[in-house]
């Protein structure tokens, strides 16, 4: 019983060390803003956010072990909701209800400036590591794990699509974003609830057909990463006109030779390359 009460002690000790709280601003307006705001930043375990809509100061408390203030800051910058620290998308923020539509800070070049100083710094807390090498490092997984779920449905093997969707959602989840590069981490954030009900949906079913359904968006969302992650080899965005009910369906391949998942044997090369990642 001392033993265990020890260790007990031990662990709460280490807990309190590891919790930090800071106070910053955040822009916004109304009691929506607030719901928001908290919602984006909270982290079950790991941080809490008390926004007040009359200061527009947040009081966020976190355990620094496990996230950080840059992270809390970015979720909430992706809700729609400036710090000064990191501005929320434009899109995002049009797109806040009209209450919610807060007065922005001017983003001049002074502002720009220390932003991009802020983010320089936060890439070199990491290890100073290149954005190559923390794409790779972060996302090659996830990667392999698509290009083998492709291939998968090439071969209209179900059990073996299932297996790779399984293999594919587990990588995502592992996927560390504290080592993404800010424009990466941005897009990361969007599409990641997608690309867990996509997968999971494909674990789940035994029809190919829902498979390859599912396969449609979790293509889409995983061009998007793509896009920003810069492969350091080429990567083939193709296109299918008889996917989808004739609305047609796109899908990553590291072959330029059409192989197509959603028909597979059907019509193995129906389909033409749109786009080349680089």
Request: proline share 3%.
């Amino acid at each position: 019983m001392a033993i265990s009460l020890l260790l007990s002690l031990t662990v709460c000790i280490a807990q309190t060390n590891n919790k930090k709280s800071e106070s910053l601003k955040i822009y916004g307006n109304c009691a929506m803003c607030e719901k928001t705001i908290e919602k984006a930043g909270n982290l079950n375990n790991e941080a809490t956010v008390d926004w007040n809509k009359d200061t527009k100061m947040a009081i966020i408390s976190y355990d620094s072990l496990a996230t950080s203030k840059e992270d809390i800051l970015k979720r909430i910058a992706l809700a729609g909701y400036d710090s000064d620290i990191f501005f929320a998308p434009d899109d995002t923020y049009a797109n806040l209800p009209e209450c919610c539509q807060y007065e922005r800070a001017k983003k001049d070049a002074h502002n720009m400036e220390s932003h991009d100083m802020k983010m320089v710094n936060d890439h070199s807390q990491h290890g100073a590591m290149s954005q190559d090498s923390q794409d790779k490092n972060a996302l090659s997984s996830v990667f392999e794990n698509y290009f083998t779920l492709k291939d998968a449905l090439v071969k209209t093997d179900r059990p073996l699509a299932s297996t790779s969707a399984e293999g594919l959602l587990k990588s995502v989840k592992e996927v560390q974003m504290n080592k993404l590069p800010m424009d990466v981490h941005m897009v990361w954030m969007k599409v990641i609830e997608n690309l867990n009900e996509d997968l999971a949906g494909m674990v789940a079913t035994k029809d190919v057909g829902k498979q390859r359904d599912y396969f449609m968006s979790l293509s889409k969302n995983m061009y998007e990463v793509m896009k920003v992650s810069k492969s350091q080899t080429p990567v083939y965005y193709q296109f299918c006109p008889m996917a989808n009910g004739g609305k047609g369906a796109n899908w990553l391949s590291r072959d330029e030779v059409i192989k197509n998942p959603y028909y597979g044997a059907q019509m193995l090369s129906c389909g033409n390359t749109v786009e080349t990642i680089n």
